[in-house]
């Protein structure tokens, strides 16, 4: 009789675990996969933009976070098992959306889960990504290696991209109807202003840049910005064509080439610069842009949020709090029955100012006092106090 009573009581908890499991399962799933690790600066940006959002927009969907982190092994075989991580992730969990952030998760894992439009041309499709994948990291593997395919699902979830610095369509994002996003194009017109800014600043007496040296790792990301780059019209200082080093000593040879030439530097993706040619270790980014500021002759502009920490002077960045709202927003209107066709690919209309005070004296410039007052505002600012 005594463990009769016990029956009763078992059955609710087995009811309630049941509703509870059941209740999840009908709430709306989110998936977050965020190429990088949680402890960049930028990761943090973005995250806290989608929680800015869901805070003012209440929804009750279910978010879940995924780490790729493949910032920290930059090898073939960490992005095969870091990918395969994610679709197992995916298979399990059955998102409706699957918001993926930056260049490498749209290559490792969004092109697999595209929802082809029937007239696309995607026959070599895989074949490029791996391609684009294996450059400089291990050529001879190709799409198979990197299980690059289309799952051809039934109902493969809405794909939601950000945080990509050239166009889409090296994923095969526009061939598809369940992608759209937002770019993390950078603000060429803030930053020409800036170039002109600290042209005017120059003091009297000090020789002038004559012209603009863009320089970046050699990565696919740095590369898929180069039209944008070039075909963006810089005035008043010469645009020189962009240059990508694959390693420190190659770094060094255009910073110093470029104080012969009179440029400055604008210096955007520089995470992939191996400490010698064919090693397999990266400089540290604060070696690497400590170093570039104190051998620099001219002023040098960053472009990512990352260089003020690095050691860089100035930056113009796109900002990750407004890459993650806009992904939720869009996210959100999916789940609500949106089509994603409906929603056009969006640009970043924001963009953050970072200075450290003590290099802009340093090298005695007297730049406009908005410098300061927006990369205090948006706590981006270092130097005197």
């Known amino acids: 009789m005594e463990k009769l009573k016990f029956i009763p009581i078992t059955l609710l908890i087995l009811v309630l675990t049941a509703g509870v499991i059941l209740h999840n399962q009908q709430k709306s799933r989110v998936l977050i996969v965020y190429s990088y690790d949680k402890n960049l600066d930028w990761v943090k940006q973005v995250d806290r933009g989608i929680v800015q959002y869901l805070a003012k927009n209440p929804s009750g969907v279910t978010i879940r976070r995924h780490y790729m982190e493949v910032n920290k092994y930059k090898n073939c075989d960490y992005y095969r098992i870091a990918a395969n991580d994610v679709k197992l992730t995916i298979q399990d969990w059955q998102p409706q959306v699957v918001v993926i952030v930056d260049d490498l998760g749209q290559a490792l894992v969004g092109a697999n889960y595209l929802h082809f439009k029937p007239d696309a041309k995607s026959a070599d499709l895989y074949d490029n990504i791996a391609k684009s994948l294996a450059t400089g990291i291990c050529p001879n593997n190709g799409k198979a290696f990197?299980?690059?395919?289309?799952?051809?699902?039934?109902?493969?979830?809405?794909?939601?991209?950000a945080g990509v610095n050239g166009d889409v369509e090296q994923?095969?994002?526009?061939?598809?109807?369940?992608?759209?996003?937002?770019?993390?194009?950078?603000?060429?017109?803030?930053?020409?202003?800036?170039?002109?800014?600290?042209?005017e600043a120059t003091p009297k007496g000090n020789k002038p840049p004559t012209s603009i040296q863009l320089l970046g790792d050699d990565s696919a990301t740095s590369r898929s910005e180069h039209d944008l780059f070039n075909k963006f019209k810089w005035a008043t200082l010469i645009w020189k064509e962009p240059k990508y080093a694959k390693n420190f000593k190659e770094w060094q040879d255009i910073v110093t080439e470029s104080n012969k030439n009179g440029s400055m530097l604008l210096v955007f993706n520089y995470?992939?610069?191996?400490?010698?040619?064919?090693?397999?270790?990266?400089?540290?980014?604060?070696?690497?842009?400590?170093?570039?500021?104190?051998?620099?002759k001219y002023p040098v502009l960053g472009a990512s949020t990352a260089f003020l920490d690095d050691g860089g002077m100035l930056t113009i960045a796109v900002p990750g709090y407004e890459q993650g709202e806009i992904s939720m927003e869009l996210a959100t209107k999916i789940i609500g029955g949106v089509a994603p066709s409906?929603?056009?690919?969006?640009?970043?209309?924001?963009?953050?100012?970072?200075?450290?005070?003590?290099?802009?004296?340093k090298r005695s410039l007297e730049l406009p006092l908005m410098y300061e007052a927006f990369s205090r505002e948006s706590n981006n600012f270092k130097g005197t106090q």
Do not use: C
């Open 146 to 161: 990197f299980n690059l395919q289309n799952l051809n699902l039934a109902t493969p979830p809405t794909l939601i991209f």
């Open 342 to 361: 409906q929603l056009p690919y969006r640009e970043p209309k924001q963009f953050s100012i970072g200075m450290n005070k003590k290099l802009v004296e």
């Open 171 to 199: 994923y095969g994002y526009r061939l598809a109807d369940n992608v759209t996003g937002i770019f993390e194009h950078k603000n060429l017109l803030a930053m020409k202003e800036t170039i002109n800014d600290i042209y």
């Open 271 to 296: 995470r992939e610069i191996r400490e010698e040619e064919g090693g397999k270790s990266f400089v540290p980014t604060t070696k690497l842009i400590q170093w570039t500021e104190e051998q620099a």
